[in-house]
């Protein structure tokens, strides 16, 4: 059976004209332009073009949009300040700290200095203890993404066998979390969490209706280790080499080309949640400046 192409990049560009036109409303009713401010500290090559798709995309979208570069030795201190001079800026409404951060700096602290009200990426612990509790709060970008593609996709969650590998803050716990939960349109499974420590890692996923793969390493998953039919969600984003024209050659966590065989559906990378997370943390910021429209 071939696989349905689950397109990110696809529902990403529906998702960004159902922004735009709120954005636009935004302007014309209340006089608020979203703001987001995208914070990188050095030059991880990787980090540089997530930022910088960021930043495209929120000016594409008609934000108000700040980027600051920071040097890979800036101290701990003056990246706290700066984040607090973002927390008191009105024009600023989403405050994004690109990750990881260099080792002399803690990234936990600089986490907890983000206004909860202003924490578009949903990292800040009030909203992680929000969204567990199923409050209304800022989800993490990439997990939203996620349930988006799913609902888009007309995959039936709701009773399924889900198995998710990794067990990241970013995008394993929480999409475990909010998958579990009851929430409609798309939750209400039964979960497993896969991680380094897993003893038989195939064993679980062949027993997956919807395998999400977030392990970070090239190409884990491969054919024998899924069932006929699974819907698979590919987060991983791995460079693999470099063409002649110096672009980054990219593959996913999952074996693509063999997987897709035995798939029901499938994320390609790219293309696949790279955009969506991308939209979601617009959507966010989008949500974080209606806060303040009243
Ligand atoms: N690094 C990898 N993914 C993310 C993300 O979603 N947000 C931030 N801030 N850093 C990241």
């Not at 409303?25 to 914070?39: A, F, R, S």
């Not at 701990?76 to 951060?101: F, T």
């Not at 970070?216 to 998953?221: D, E, L, S, T, W």
């Not at 039919?229 to 470099?242: A, H, K, L, M």
Request: charged share 25%.
């Amino acid at each position: 059976m071939a696989a349905k192409i689950i397109s990110g990049k696809e529902i990403s560009q529906e998702i960004r004209e159902e922004l735009r036109k709120e954005v636009q409303e935004l302007k014309e009713k209340h006089g608020v332009v979203p703001g987001l401010v995208t914070i990188l500290v050095g030059e991880n090559p990787a980090s540089v073009s997530y930022v910088t798709a960021k930043q495209r995309t929120a000016k594409d979208l008609g934000f108000y949009s700040v980027q600051e570069n920071l040097p890979e030795d800036v101290s701990e201190d003056e990246l706290l300040q700066m984040i607090e001079r973002y927390n008191q800026d009105e024009k600023i409404h989403g405050i994004l700290v690109q990750l990881p951060l260099p080792k002399h700096i803690d990234e936990r602290k600089v986490i907890h200095a983000i206004d909860p009200r202003k924490d578009v990426d949903g990292f800040h612990p009030v909203n992680v203890g929000k969204m567990v509790i199923g409050e209304p709060c800022f989800l993490p970008c990439t997990p939203h993404g996620i349930l988006v593609m799913l609902h888009r996709a007309g995959v039936q969650v709701d009773g399924a066998e889900v198995v998710v590998v990794g067990r990241s803050n970013i995008v394993g716990k929480p999409i475990a979390n909010l998958l579990l939960q009851k929430r409609k349109p798309v939750g209400n499974a039964t979960v497993t969490v896969c991680h380094t420590g897993t003893r038989d890692l195939a064993a679980h996923t062949r027993r997956a209706d919807i395998l999400i793969v977030a392990a970070g390493r090239p190409k884990v998953i491969t054919a024998d280790m899924v069932k006929e039919g699974v819907v698979v969600i590919d987060v991983g984003v791995n460079r693999i080499g470099t063409t002649p024209e110096g672009k980054a050659i990219l593959c996913g966590d999952v074996d693509f080309d063999s997987v897709k065989e035995k798939a029901s559906a499938i994320t390609p990378v790219p293309g696949g949640v790279g955009p969506m997370t991308i939209t979601m943390l617009m959507k966010n910021t989008v949500e974080a400046a209606k806060l303040w429209a009243g």
